[in-house]
């Protein structure tokens, strides 16, 4: 972000609308017709700000251990596209 700029949710809907936009047309919901949404995107998000060191690690290891806890994986190592396999010690 920019300096003094930390409206990070206007980026985000920019880039999500542009990119929606740029999508082929396709079948959609209902209610996503209704939103005009393309189903691309969640719905909602939270920010959060990064607080420390530790901080890091507990989201580092939270997208490293997600494919497991959806069954796709046994061990973080297996799922090829995860950062375990740059990052892990």
Request: hydrophobic share 30%.
């Given at each position: 972000?920019?300096?003094?700029d930390?409206?990070?949710?206007?980026?985000?809907?920019?880039?999500?609308?542009?990119?929606s936009?740029?999508?082929?047309?396709?079948?959609?919901?209902?209610?996503?017709?209704r939103?005009?949404?393309?189903?691309?995107?969640?719905?909602?998000?939270?920010d959060?700000?990064?607080?420390?060191?530790?901080?890091?690690?507990?989201?580092?290891?939270?997208?490293?251990?997600?494919?497991?806890?959806?069954?796709?994986?046994?061990?973080?190592?297996?799922?090829?596209?995860?950062?375990?396999?740059?990052?892990?010690?």
């Amino acid at each position: 972000m920019p300096e003094g700029d930390a409206d990070s949710s206007t980026r985000w809907s920019v880039i999500e609308a542009r990119f929606s936009r740029a999508m082929p047309p396709v079948a959609r919901r209902e209610s996503h017709q209704r939103r005009r949404e393309h189903g691309v995107w969640q719905r909602r998000f939270w920010d959060h700000h990064i607080r420390d060191a530790q901080d890091w690690d507990n989201h580092i290891r939270y997208c490293w251990f997600n494919p497991v806890k959806h069954g796709f994986v046994e061990h973080p190592r297996d799922w090829p596209y995860s950062s375990w396999h740059r990052d892990n010690p």
